[in-house]
Protein backbone atom coordinates (compact mmCIF):
# COMPACT_ATOMS: atom_id res chain seq x y z
CA UNK A 1 0.00 0.00 0.00
CA UNK A 2 0.76 3.49 -0.12
CA UNK A 3 3.32 5.17 2.18
CA UNK A 4 4.06 8.42 2.98
CA UNK A 5 7.32 9.91 4.57
CA UNK A 6 7.92 13.22 5.41
CA UNK A 7 11.18 15.51 6.15
CA UNK A 8 11.95 16.82 8.56
CA UNK A 9 10.29 16.62 11.78
CA UNK A 10 11.32 19.37 13.50
CA UNK A 11 11.77 22.50 11.58
CA UNK A 12 12.92 25.73 13.25
CA UNK A 13 12.90 29.06 11.51
CA UNK A 14 13.75 32.94 12.02
CA UNK A 15 10.44 35.01 11.53
CA UNK A 16 10.34 36.26 8.21
CA UNK A 17 12.65 33.28 6.67
CA UNK A 18 11.13 30.61 3.98
CA UNK A 19 10.62 26.87 5.40
CA UNK A 20 10.22 24.19 3.18
CA UNK A 21 8.56 20.42 4.43
CA UNK A 22 9.15 17.92 2.03
CA UNK A 23 7.54 14.53 1.47
CA UNK A 24 7.71 11.29 -0.45
CA UNK A 25 5.23 8.43 -1.84
CA UNK A 26 5.22 5.36 -2.65
CA UNK A 27 2.58 4.78 -4.87
CA UNK A 28 2.40 5.93 -8.30
CA UNK A 29 -1.19 5.73 -8.42
CA UNK A 30 -1.78 8.56 -5.82
CA UNK A 31 -3.26 11.63 -7.52
CA UNK A 32 -3.95 13.89 -4.79
CA UNK A 33 -1.54 15.73 -2.27
CA UNK A 34 -3.18 18.03 0.60
CA UNK A 35 -1.67 19.46 2.92
CA UNK A 36 -2.89 20.12 6.62
CA UNK A 37 -2.11 22.73 9.38
CA UNK A 38 -3.01 21.32 13.09
CA UNK A 39 -2.44 23.23 16.31
CA UNK A 40 -2.34 21.75 19.79
CA UNK A 41 -5.65 19.39 20.25
CA UNK A 42 -7.42 21.17 16.93
CA UNK A 43 -8.21 18.90 13.88
CA UNK A 44 -5.97 19.32 10.76
CA UNK A 45 -7.09 22.54 8.97
CA UNK A 46 -6.53 21.54 4.97
CA UNK A 47 -4.13 24.62 3.81
CA UNK A 48 -3.48 23.88 0.50
CA UNK A 49 -3.90 20.95 -2.45
CA UNK A 50 -2.23 19.93 -5.81
CA UNK A 51 -3.92 17.32 -7.87
CA UNK A 52 -1.21 15.22 -9.88
CA UNK A 53 -1.89 16.95 -12.94
CA UNK A 54 -0.36 20.21 -12.00
CA UNK A 55 3.30 20.64 -11.09
CA UNK A 56 2.64 23.52 -8.57
CA UNK A 57 0.14 25.69 -6.67
CA UNK A 58 0.15 28.83 -5.15
CA UNK A 59 -1.92 30.69 -2.59
CA UNK A 60 -0.22 34.27 -0.99
CA UNK A 61 2.63 33.11 1.26
CA UNK A 62 2.09 29.02 0.72
CA UNK A 63 2.86 26.86 -2.39
CA UNK A 64 3.13 23.09 -3.05
CA UNK A 65 5.64 21.64 -5.74
CA UNK A 66 4.84 18.00 -7.19
CA UNK A 67 7.50 15.82 -9.14
CA UNK A 68 5.43 13.13 -10.13
CA UNK A 69 8.51 11.41 -11.65
CA UNK A 70 10.47 11.10 -8.23
CA UNK A 71 7.12 10.85 -6.23
CA UNK A 72 7.82 13.74 -3.95
CA UNK A 73 5.89 16.77 -3.03
CA UNK A 74 7.20 19.86 -1.15
CA UNK A 75 5.13 22.74 1.43
CA UNK A 76 6.92 26.18 1.04
CA UNK A 77 5.97 29.29 3.31
CA UNK A 78 7.70 32.40 3.08
CA UNK A 79 7.49 35.18 4.94
CA UNK A 80 6.91 33.39 7.97
CA UNK A 81 5.04 34.86 10.64
CA UNK A 82 4.54 33.57 14.46
CA UNK A 83 1.16 32.40 13.61
CA UNK A 84 2.40 29.69 11.25
CA UNK A 85 3.96 28.16 14.02
CA UNK A 86 1.76 24.50 14.22
CA UNK A 87 2.50 20.60 13.52
CA UNK A 88 1.74 20.64 9.24
CA UNK A 89 1.20 16.95 7.80
CA UNK A 90 1.44 15.96 4.04
CA UNK A 91 -0.92 13.19 3.01
CA UNK A 92 -1.40 11.03 -0.52
CA UNK A 93 -5.02 9.93 -1.64
CA UNK A 94 -5.10 6.64 -3.26
CA UNK A 95 -7.84 4.80 -4.48
CA UNK A 96 -11.58 5.36 -5.56
CA UNK A 97 -12.46 6.15 -1.84
CA UNK A 98 -9.73 9.32 -1.71
CA UNK A 99 -8.85 7.85 2.06
CA UNK A 100 -5.55 9.92 3.00
CA UNK A 101 -2.12 8.17 3.59
CA UNK A 102 -0.69 11.00 6.43
CA UNK A 103 3.09 11.47 6.51
CA UNK A 104 4.83 11.44 10.30
CA UNK A 105 4.12 15.34 10.45
CA UNK A 106 6.72 18.31 10.73
CA UNK A 107 6.54 20.75 14.02
CA UNK A 108 7.59 24.11 12.60
CA UNK A 109 8.84 26.90 14.94
CA UNK A 110 8.75 30.11 14.00
CA UNK A 111 11.26 32.16 16.37
CA UNK A 112 10.65 35.68 17.05
CA UNK B 1 -19.88 27.45 6.69
CA UNK B 2 -21.18 23.32 7.28
CA UNK B 3 -18.85 21.49 9.70
CA UNK B 4 -18.21 18.25 10.64
CA UNK B 5 -19.68 18.03 14.27
CA UNK B 6 -18.14 15.16 16.77
CA UNK B 7 -19.88 14.37 20.21
CA UNK B 8 -18.12 13.67 23.14
CA UNK B 9 -15.45 16.26 22.33
CA UNK B 10 -13.56 14.04 25.06
CA UNK B 11 -14.52 10.15 26.88
CA UNK B 12 -12.48 8.50 29.70
CA UNK B 13 -13.78 4.70 29.45
CA UNK B 14 -12.46 1.23 31.57
CA UNK B 15 -10.46 -1.04 29.49
CA UNK B 16 -13.21 -3.69 27.96
CA UNK B 17 -15.89 -1.11 27.95
CA UNK B 18 -18.05 -0.27 24.99
CA UNK B 19 -17.48 2.92 23.00
CA UNK B 20 -19.60 5.09 20.77
CA UNK B 21 -18.23 7.95 18.92
CA UNK B 22 -20.99 9.97 17.43
CA UNK B 23 -20.56 12.17 14.02
CA UNK B 24 -22.91 14.33 12.37
CA UNK B 25 -20.97 14.82 8.35
CA UNK B 26 -21.81 17.73 6.66
CA UNK B 27 -25.22 17.35 5.20
CA UNK B 28 -24.63 16.86 1.29
CA UNK B 29 -21.75 14.77 1.62
CA UNK B 30 -21.74 11.43 0.69
CA UNK B 31 -18.85 9.80 1.37
CA UNK B 32 -17.15 9.30 5.32
CA UNK B 33 -14.52 8.49 7.28
CA UNK B 34 -12.72 7.75 10.64
CA UNK B 35 -9.62 8.52 11.35
CA UNK B 36 -7.31 8.24 14.38
CA UNK B 37 -4.62 10.10 16.18
CA UNK B 38 -2.44 8.63 18.73
CA UNK B 39 -1.17 11.56 20.88
CA UNK B 40 2.24 12.91 19.10
CA UNK B 41 1.83 10.61 16.24
CA UNK B 42 0.61 10.99 12.44
CA UNK B 43 -3.18 10.70 11.95
CA UNK B 44 -3.78 6.84 10.68
CA UNK B 45 -6.74 5.78 8.34
CA UNK B 46 -9.63 3.78 9.98
CA UNK B 47 -12.75 3.31 7.22
CA UNK B 48 -14.32 4.55 5.06
CA UNK B 49 -17.93 4.79 4.49
CA UNK B 50 -20.14 5.13 1.08
CA UNK B 51 -23.58 4.26 0.05
CA UNK B 52 -24.35 2.17 3.38
CA UNK B 53 -21.69 0.41 3.17
CA UNK B 54 -17.72 0.22 4.29
CA UNK B 55 -15.80 1.05 1.25
CA UNK B 56 -12.34 0.38 2.62
CA UNK B 57 -10.70 -0.47 6.01
CA UNK B 58 -7.33 -0.34 6.99
CA UNK B 59 -5.28 -3.13 9.15
CA UNK B 60 -6.24 -0.84 12.31
CA UNK B 61 -9.71 -1.45 11.25
CA UNK B 62 -10.95 -5.23 13.51
CA UNK B 63 -13.49 -7.09 14.67
CA UNK B 64 -13.42 -4.93 17.78
CA UNK B 65 -14.08 -2.13 15.40
CA UNK B 66 -18.10 -1.20 13.61
CA UNK B 67 -19.56 1.82 12.01
CA UNK B 68 -22.77 2.82 11.70
CA UNK B 69 -24.94 5.21 9.80
CA UNK B 70 -28.41 4.55 11.53
CA UNK B 71 -30.64 7.19 10.63
CA UNK B 72 -29.39 9.08 7.63
CA UNK B 73 -27.86 12.07 9.31
CA UNK B 74 -25.10 10.14 12.38
CA UNK B 75 -22.41 8.14 11.12
CA UNK B 76 -21.45 6.21 14.75
CA UNK B 77 -17.86 4.52 15.44
CA UNK B 78 -18.25 1.88 17.68
CA UNK B 79 -15.45 0.14 19.29
CA UNK B 80 -16.75 -2.93 21.10
CA UNK B 81 -14.28 -3.59 23.82
CA UNK B 82 -11.68 -1.34 24.69
CA UNK B 83 -7.96 -1.79 24.94
CA UNK B 84 -5.52 0.66 26.46
CA UNK B 85 -4.13 1.26 23.48
CA UNK B 86 -7.50 2.41 21.96
CA UNK B 87 -6.42 5.90 23.56
CA UNK B 88 -6.14 8.28 20.51
CA UNK B 89 -7.92 11.47 19.31
CA UNK B 90 -10.69 10.09 16.66
CA UNK B 91 -11.58 12.53 14.09
CA UNK B 92 -14.73 12.05 11.75
CA UNK B 93 -14.41 13.75 7.60
CA UNK B 94 -16.59 13.63 5.24
CA UNK B 95 -16.56 14.81 1.81
CA UNK B 96 -19.09 15.44 -1.19
CA UNK B 97 -17.80 13.81 -4.24
CA UNK B 98 -14.18 16.16 -4.97
CA UNK B 99 -11.38 15.57 -3.01
CA UNK B 100 -11.74 17.87 -0.74
CA UNK B 101 -11.71 16.28 3.20
CA UNK B 102 -13.79 18.16 5.96
CA UNK B 103 -12.49 16.74 9.51
CA UNK B 104 -14.50 17.24 12.26
CA UNK B 105 -12.62 18.45 15.75
CA UNK B 106 -12.39 14.75 17.08
CA UNK B 107 -13.31 12.76 20.10
CA UNK B 108 -10.45 12.40 22.60
CA UNK B 109 -10.63 8.92 24.03
CA UNK B 110 -8.37 8.09 27.15
CA UNK B 111 -9.10 4.34 27.94
CA UNK B 112 -8.20 3.79 31.67
Known amino acids: GENVEQHPSTLSVQEGDSAVIKCTYSDSASNYFPWYKQELGKRPQLIID???NVGEKKDQRIAVTLNKTAKHFSLHITETQPEDSAVYFC???????????WGAGTKLIIKP | EPEVTQTPSHQVTQMGQEVILRCVPISNHLYFYWYRQILGQKVEFLVS????????KSEIFDDQFSVERPDGSNFTLKIRSTKLEDSAMYFCASRVSGNTIYFGEGSWLTVV
Open chain 1, 91 to 101: AASTGSNYQLI
Open chain 2, 49 to 56: FYNNEISE
Open chain 1, 50 to 52: IRS
